[in-house]
T-cell receptor, first 117, second 117 residues
Framework: GAVVSQHPSRVICKSGTSVKIECRSL??????MFWYRQFPKKSLMLMAT?????????EQGVEKDKFLINHASLTLSTLTVTSAHPEDSSFYIC?????????????FGPGTRLTVT | AQKITQTQPGMFVQEKEAVTLDCTYD???????LFWYKQPSSGEMIFLIY??????QNATEGRYSLNFQKARKSANLVISASQLGDSAMYFC??????????????FGSGTQLTVLP
């Protein structure tokens, strides 16, 4: 099956710094990527949807200037948490799908655990 | 707007027995897809099963089956012959549109399943 990777798997950063999380589709072209955030024991909350080559669509309440999403190629999307604060500590998961194929399949990355100290 | 409801925060089942995880949904879209994912403590989202709203038969994948009752708007997951490795968080999710829809998944709050030896 298709594989989506995320890097890094874990990151600890200091308050006020920025951190970039990469999401790559390894064997398919991801025309659409989704970024989710998950707090412990909670559900996945969609942050934004990005289509290759266009600006991301953010969900209500998600600060687009704080969570910068770039989807510059068909295999890579990045989420940059700018000026991170402890409340940004969370589990971030991306998922990807190939919109050119008529399939229900959507592939998730393994997630990135961000801790802001 | 779409809404997914999972009313069981936690469930216990004896090893080798079957268990049903409940999921109800609400949508105004005539076409939609229903998904179940398993999330072990490692955090990865593992796809289990998919049911399209127009599918005539209930979906099955190995030990997993989806009890789809469209009129009641329910999509319960049945796991037969539970194994210790089935212990995990289980999420029900829905996506509007047909199988090729590029729209995002909406997740339920999840059910933590514990399989007892």
């Amino acid at each position: 099956g298709a594989v989506v990777s995320q890097h890094p798997s874990r990151v600890i950063c200091k308050s006020g710094t920025s951190v970039k999380i990469e999401c790559r589709s390894l064997d398919f072209q991801a025309t659409t990527m989704f970024w989710y955030r998950q707090f412990p024991k909670k559900s996945l909350m969609l942050m934004a949807t990005s289509n290759e080559g266009s600006k991301a669509t953010y969900e209500q309440g998600v600060e687009k200037d704080k969570f910068l999403i770039n989807h510059a190629s068909l295999t890579l999307s990045t989420l940059t948490v700018t000026s991170a604060h402890p409340e940004d500590s969370s589990f971030y998961i991306c998922s990807a799908r190939d919109g050119r194929v008529d399939t229900y399949e959507q592939y998730f990355g393994p997630g990135t655990r961000l801790t802001v100290t | 707007a779409q809404k997914i409801t999972q009313t069981q925060p936690g469930m216990f089942v004896q090893e080798k027995e079957a268990v049903t995880l409940d999921c109800t949904y609400d949508t105004s879209d005539p076409s939609y897809g229903l998904f179940w994912y398993k999330q072990p403590s490692s955090g990865e989202m593992i796809f289990l099963i998919y049911q399209g709203s127009y599918d005539q038969q209930n979906a099955t994948e190995g030990r997993y089956s989806l009890n789809f009752q469209k009129a009641r708007k329910s999509a319960n997951l049945v796991i037969s012959a539970s194994q210790l490795g089935d212990s995990a968080m289980y999420f029900c999710a829905m996506r509007p549109g047909g199988s090729g829809s590029a729209r995002q998944l909406t997740f339920g709050s999840g059910t933590q399943l514990t399989v007892l030896p």
